[in-house]
Nanobody, 122 residues
């Protein structure tokens, strides 16, 4: 199971940190990812991190502003979001992939959290 939290309402230029706690069959050897879905749009890739945390990848729209990290001792993955823009408004989902190879499409992930709302006001 994946449990995401940390969303909220923030002004443009502000910051939020999302957390995703993993339990059960989702463990430290899994690739973890963050996706987001805005109203009327498809779910899109945001960031991914490999099992060790040594390899990360980002969507072009968030690169340089967002940072994904993980603490395997706590089975938790984080998404630090800085310089937020109104276009970052979406429901953010964490996901886990049962392999060691990172992926950038939602269909490649096996487990999903319930989502947390992020709203950025202008």
């Amino acid at each position: 199971q994946l449990q995401a939290c940390g969303g909220g309402l923030v002004q443009a230029g502000g910051s939020l940190r999302l957390s995703c706690a993993a339990s059960g069959r989702t463990g430290s050897s899994y690739v973890m990812g963050w996706f987001r879905q805005a109203p009327g749009k498809e779910r899109e890739f945001v960031a991914t991190i490999n099992w060790s945390g040594g390899s990360t990848s980002y969507a072009a729209s968030v690169k340089g502003r967002f940072t994904i990290s993980r603490d395997n001792g706590k089975n938790t993955v984080y998404l630090q979001m800085n310089s937020l823009k109104p276009e970052d408004t979406a429901v953010y989902y964490c996901a886990a992939r049962r392999t060691l190879v990172v992926a950038f499409t939602a269909g490649a992930y096996d487990y999903w959290g319930q989502g947390t709302q992020v709203t950025v006001s202008s």
